[in-house]
């Protein structure tokens, strides 16, 4: 039986492939795209963590983002009247006795003592319509729910803060109200099941006995 902990990213793909292709992907993990490389080197150095100048993520355009990624940090912070805030926490915890880890990029402790959950995203655009076609898109509603989880944090509300990966790197910061959370408690409920199965009986099923419906 697999010891591995399920993760945030890992549940996305079970919502979207089959177990077998998970199984193949966690196994044999494909680069990062452009898009991925230049989101990993902002939130590295937003958070003063060591990273790798390139052709995709250049120096000055990541710490141009993430001189917009810190000023929103901040905002969040003014928002929930935090008093400090954890960065890039790594928590292992039992869901159901599924084990699980995962990253929020920030856990903020608000002024009447609740955990509030924040994650950076970067993303070609930050208007309005098109942040909120990504957070479902990408799942990101599951992936709050399951640090809220973790953290036993707050589900009134969670926070995503938005860093346009152009020039000239603008920022937002956009509320997720309780009721996304909801939805995506229910989706990483969903996939932990199937997780849940899929250690259990050993077994990674491909198109011919596997079904999301």
Do not use: D
């Given at each position: 039986m697999t010891t591995e902990r399920l993760r945030p990213s890992t549940a996305k793909m079970l919502l979207d492939m089959t177990p077998e292709a998970v199984r193949y992907a966690l196994d044999?993990?494909?680069p990062p795209?452009?898009?991925m490389e230049f989101g990993t080197a902002v939130d590295r150095e937003t958070f003063a963590l060591t990273w790798t100048p390139s052709a995709t993520a250049r120096e000055a355009d990541v710490i141009r983002a993430a001189i917009t990624a810190r000023k929103l940090i901040d905002r969040v912070g003014e928002k929930t009247g935090a008093l400090r805030y954890m960065a890039q926490h790594t928590r292992e915890w039992d869901s159901d006795g599924v084990a699980c880890r995962g990253t929020p990029d920030l856990?903020?402790?608000a002024s009447d003592g609740s955990l509030v959950i924040a994650d950076?995203?970067?993303c070609a655009s930050a208007r309005a319509d098109n942040i909120e076609q990504t957070l479902y898109r990408h799942k990101y509603d599951l992936?709050?729910?399951a640090y809220c989880e973790a953290f036993r944090a707050n589900t009134d509300r969670a926070?995503?803060?938005w860093v346009e990966s152009r020039?000239?790197?603008l920022g937002r910061i956009s509320t997720v109200p309780a009721d996304v959370l909801h939805g995506g408690r229910q989706k990483w409920h969903r996939a932990r099941e199937i997780w849940r199965k899929c250690v259990t009986?050993?077994?990674w099923p491909g198109y011919e006995d596997f079904s999301h419906t």
């Open positions: 044999h993990p494909s795209s452009r898009a856990v903020y402790t950076l995203k970067t992936q709050l729910a926070y995503i803060i020039e000239p790197f009986e050993e077994y």
